[in-house]
């Protein structure tokens, strides 16, 4: 008994500091951030006109969890060392196995001593918008939501835990009586005619880039749109965004990510129609 006692007594000297420690990281990394609705987000611009003309409308139509001003580069690569800073940038990133950048995030980071770029910042919020080569253009009209999407998990991460943009969606089964829309060139070739014909109803229409341009701009009622970020011409390891978004309250419904290989192509797969359509079975 003696030996038992003692080999549990061991065990939990093991256990304990590593316990209080995954707890210590969790704490200081909130610790960090929690001042951040009180301080100024800088707005990274990065000298293309069309992107950042397209930053700058979308965020100040979008964004009010914190004050903000818009910098350049050479601003924030002088200020990215102050802690009561922080920094929005829309920036390419490359997977492991991708041979260049395949698509561009938000990135919000905190300025702190030290650090020599953007790697070595402390992430707050990261969200996929668009393929980093040759952008879709739809991500214009999909960035306010993106933005809102993005304020949300921040406020919601700061009062719980930081786990995850998808921490955020909502119901599935609100959308069952929606209008959802879906550029057909956002799906997958695994989704033929046939289980097209299986899986919509007469309330999914397939259309192009202006219809989910149109649905977004005017925020169409009861209406969500699918959208996909993903490289322009994937590579295998590339990362491929599905997500479907309420057009009028910018609600994430649906978001979901995978690897793109030499089986499985870029845009909404059968598994991701699957879950989307669900909630709509008693309504076809």
Not at 72 to 96: C, G, H, V, W
Not at 197 to 220: C, N, P, Q, R
Request: glycine content about 4%.
């Amino acid at each position: 008994m003696d030996i038992m006692k003692r080999t549990v007594a061991v065990i939990l000297f093991a256990v304990i500091p590593l316990m209080a420690f995954s707890q210590a990281q969790i704490t200081t990394k909130k610790e960090k951030l929690k001042d951040f609705p009180y301080k100024i987000t800088k707005v990274v611009l990065k000298g293309n006109a069309f992107k950042d003309q397209a930053i700058k409308e979308a965020v100040k139509n979008s964004w009010t969890i914190s004050a903000f001003e818009f910098c350049d580069m050479k601003d924030f690569n002088a200020m990215k060392t102050n802690p009561e800073l922080y920094f929005l940038l829309l920036s390419d990133i490359r997977q492991k196995k991708e041979s260049r950048p395949g698509i561009s995030v938000f990135t919000l980071v905190k300025g702190e001593p030290g650090v020599k770029d953007l790697n070595d910042m402390l992430e707050v919020a990261s969200i996929p918008v668009s393929a980093a080569d040759v952008p879709s253009g739809k991500e214009i009209a999909v960035m306010p939501a993106l933005l809102d999407i993005m304020q949300e998990y921040v406020d919601k991460s700061l009062s719980s835990r930081f786990s995850g943009i998808g921490s955020v969606k909502g119901k599935l089964s609100s959308t069952a009586d929606f209008r959802l829309i879906f550029d057909k060139e956002d799906l997958s070739p695994q989704i033929d005619d046939k289980y097209i014909s299986e899986k919509f109803d007469k309330k999914m229409l397939l259309g192009e880039e202006d219809d989910i341009v149109e649905a977004m701009i005017y925020g169409s009622d009861d209406t969500a749109v699918g959208y996909v970020v993903a490289p322009a011409e994937p590579e295998p390891g590339s990362l491929c965004y599905t997500m479907l978004i309420d057009a009028m309250t910018h609600e994430l419904y649906y978001f979901s990510k995978y690897k793109v290989s030499k089986n499985t192509n870029k845009g909404f797969l059968k598994r991701d129609i699957a879950k989307i359509t669900g909630p709509r079975k008693s309504k076809r």
